[in-house]
């Protein structure tokens, strides 16, 4: 599967996960929550990589980054259910978190990773911190 196909569908299973924790929201205590998206989302990976018996690149730094994105996911995890079980609405959480996260990730790439951000990019940027400044301000506004 090419890079493209595969951002597609990334992006899909990720609105999944965004719909269900939604969902979950209302029935299920955050840290509860949190065990079990992480739990899974665990559990399985694992039990692949031992039937396949995966081999490949692995360094200890590589490790310690995992292990870091492991932590940033299962927080960011723990306080996306927080926001759903205080009534957060699905349109405003979901394109706000992650288009700041979106914002957030390119700029420290570009400036820290040296990542090239490009034209057309950067103009996507544009509109997208103009979308979660319209989105703030109209939940501003209607709270």
């Known amino acids: 599967m090419n890079a493209i196909l595969l951002t597609l569908v990334a992006a899909t299973v990720y609105a999944g996960f965004a719909i269900f924790a939604r969902l979950a929201g209302d029935n299920v205590n955050s840290w509860l929550a949190s065990i079990l998206y992480n739990g899974i989302g665990t559990v ?40 759903f079980t205080r009534g957060g609405n699905l349109g405003y959480v979901i394109p706000t978190v992650y288009g700041g996260a979106i914002l957030l990730s390119t700029i420290y790439g570009w400036l820290f990773l040296k990542d090239k951000v490009g034209g057309l990019q950067l103009v996507g940027l544009v509109l997208l911190t103009a979308g979660i400044v319209l989105q703030v301000v109209a939940k501003v506004r209607t709270a």
């Not at 490949?56 to 730094?61: L, Q």
């Not at 980054?65 to 926001?83: K, Y």
């Open 44 to 83: 399985v990976p694992l039990v692949v990589y031992l039937a396949l018996n995966a081999k490949g690149k692995t360094s200890m730094r590589g490790v310690v980054f995992a292990s870091l994105a492991g932590v940033c996911i299962m927080l960011f995890s723990v306080l996306l259910a927080r926001i």
